[in-house]
């Protein structure tokens, strides 16, 4: 570092340096600029830092919410150690995941033009940072918001599972009454016979008491008691009858499943115990511009470092910012002449030049230039090489076919290779 007499940096803590880091800043320019750049990095990496934490409680409550037991009876969620353990890393998982999208979105967020007002254009090309800021501050302050009115949620969330079993219990027994209806009116033909026959069994057993008060009962009395006999076993073969045994089982059936039914109603009111219906709830409870309040308070925090860095000047931190990327644009070969030519839209555009590109270009093309010349030169000697050969002796170059291997006679007629004959 530079050693200056009239200004000397003060000295970063590990702290400042992981928030410089946070919010994308370069620390060995930061070392080197002024303290208040220091503090503005250090403020943007710790919205960053907040943002990704607030993300990771917010998931990691929203998770063991969705996932985690209720009892049966209240529907209240339970401690369950496996399931607090899985919405632990779920939280610092979607913290690090929310972390690293803020971190890019302050860190692909330029200057502007580097004055404190904020231009149309400026705003334009920052929109669509901007729309997911929005959209990752909604996802953080809801969970967060179920948590602030967790009591007056659970109190209406009581009220709409109650609504909700008396509503089903109410279901239940208008659809079971329909089967029951039914096979009370199929019992009913058995029923009404039985019922008849047992009152006519009644009427004859007072008959045979009036005539059994004599000392030895006579024939009138025998009769009545051989017709209550008789009507005791027709009663008797009536109720073991198959289908009325039947019907009676089916009616019982009937009323064991409504039953069952009926039992499981809490049970299945309180399973309106997800988080969607907390979200619901915490918007009726909170009302609209209490929860309109919360979700912009969230989105204040999570713009903010977008819109600042929009309307920060610049500073030695920027400039030597600047210049390193200068230097190492030069150290590479690379120039920018800025401006220096406008497009069909007429926006003026950069001309960038690779030095070092163009000289391998220009160092490549030089040796394909001088290896096509000893080329063409090879090819010219051979050529030399091979007209020598005909003027010493022409006739052999004539009639030798190069393919066969065959000579040519005096009348063009095709004959044996001197150089292959035997003869």
């Not at 705003?123 to 800021?133: E, F, Q, T, Y």
């Not at 027994?173 to 009913?188: D, P, T, V």
Request: aromatic share 10%.
């Amino acid at each position: 570092m530079i050693k200056r007499d009239y200004y000397e940096t003060p000295s970063s803590s590990r702290v400042m340096r992981a928030l410089w880091k946070a919010a994308g800043g370069d620390r060995y320019i930061l070392e080197r600029a002024t303290y208040s750049d220091q503090i503005k990095y250090m403020c943007l990496g710790g919205i960053v830092a907040a943002t990704g934490l607030m993300a990771g409680l917010a998931g990691g409550y929203a998770f063991y919410t969705i996932f985690a037991p209720k009892d049966d009876i209240t529907g209240d969620l339970l401690v369950s150690y496996p399931h607090l353990t899985y919405s632990f890393l779920f939280g610092v998982i979607w913290g690090l995941i929310i972390y690293n999208i803020d971190r890019f979105i302050v860190t692909s967020t330029g200057k502007g033009d580097g004055t404190e007002k904020i231009t149309w254009d400026e705003l334009k090309s920052a929109i669509p940072r901007i729309i997911m800021g929005m959209i990752i501050a909604i996802t953080i302050s809801k969970p967060i918001e179920i948590r602030m009115f967790q009591q007056e949620i659970q109190t209406r969330l009581k009220e709409k599972q109650i609504e909700q079993q008396t509503k089903f219990i109410e279901k239940i027994k208008n659809n079971f009454q329909i089967e029951l209806n039914r096979n009370a009116s199929e019992i009913s033909t058995f029923q009404n016979e039985i019922d008849q026959k047992i009152a006519r069994y009644n009427y004859l057993e007072k008959q045979y008491i009036e005539e059994a008060r004599i000392v030895k009962p006579g024939p009138k009395a025998e009769a009545i008691k051989a017709q209550m006999d008789n009507l005791g076993r027709e009663i008797q073969n009536e109720k073991l009858n198959k289908e009325y045994l039947r019907l009676k089982k089916e009616k019982e059936d009937i009323q064991n499943r409504q039953n069952l039914e009926l039992s499981n109603s809490k049970k299945v009111a309180n399973n309106l115990n997800g988080l969607l219906e907390r979200i619901k709830i915490s918007e009726e409870v909170a009302g609209f511009w209490i929860t309109l309040f919360i979700t912009l308070l969230f989105m204040a925090i999570e713009l903010t470092p977008i819109f600042f860095k929009l309307m920060l000047t610049k500073t030695p931190y920027d400039y030597l910012t600047e210049n390193r990327d200068e230097l190492i644009r030069a150290e590479n070969g690379i120039e920018v002449k800025y401006e220096y030519y406008t497009d069909k839209k007429g926006i003026e555009r950069h001309l960038v030049i690779n030095h070092e590109a163009e000289k391998l270009v220009f160092e490549r093309s030089k040796l394909a230039e001088i290896q096509r010349d000893l080329t063409e030169y090879a090819l010219q000697k051979y050529k030399e090489r091979e007209q020598k050969k005909i003027d010493e002796n022409l006739d052999n170059f004539i009639f030798t076919d190069y393919k066969y291997g065959d000579t040519l006679n005096d009348k063009g007629e095709q004959g044996n290779d001197p150089l292959n004959s035997n003869a």
